[in-house]
């Protein structure tokens, strides 16, 4: 089982990123799709899922109207899309497959710094 987010960078106040989780080893379509964030010295915090057909999605209070999660279950990938970032958005943000089993990706930092 592998979870590979890539996507992650510096980018400024106010811009945009789009965050990519590739799934493989594990009957994608079947899980929920996660993500989480974690900044220095703060708790893990959901951003954002999605369920197993993409049908339903959910939101952090943080990510409600800028960022949007999506899935491909054709190529097994799930992406986040954030806009308008803000300085408080700076974390490592991690992908999560959650069915009968939870499996995670190793992170990909996100900095929104000028």
């Known amino acids: 089982v592998q979870l590979v987010e890539s996507g992650g960078g510096l980018v400024q106040p106010g811009g945009s990123l789009r965050l990519s989780c590739a799934a493989s080893?594990?009957?994608?379509?079947?899980?929920?799709m996660r993500w989480y964030r974690q900044a220095p010295g703060k708790e893990r915090e959901l951003v954002a899922s999605?369920?197993?057909?993409?049908?339903?999605?959910n939101y952090g209070d943080s990510a409600k109207g800028r960022f949007t999660i999506s899935r491909d279950n054709a190529n097994n990938v799930v992406y986040l899309q954030m806009n308008s970032l803000k300085a408080e958005d700076t974390a490592v943000y991690f992908c999560?497959?959650?069915?009968?089993?939870?499996?995670w990706g190793q992170g990909t930092q996100v900095t929104v710094s000028s």
């Open positions: 080893g594990f009957t994608f379509s079947s899980y929920f």
């Open positions: 999560n497959a959650l069915s009968i089993y939870s499996y």
């Open positions: 999605i369920s197993g057909t993409g049908g339903r999605t």
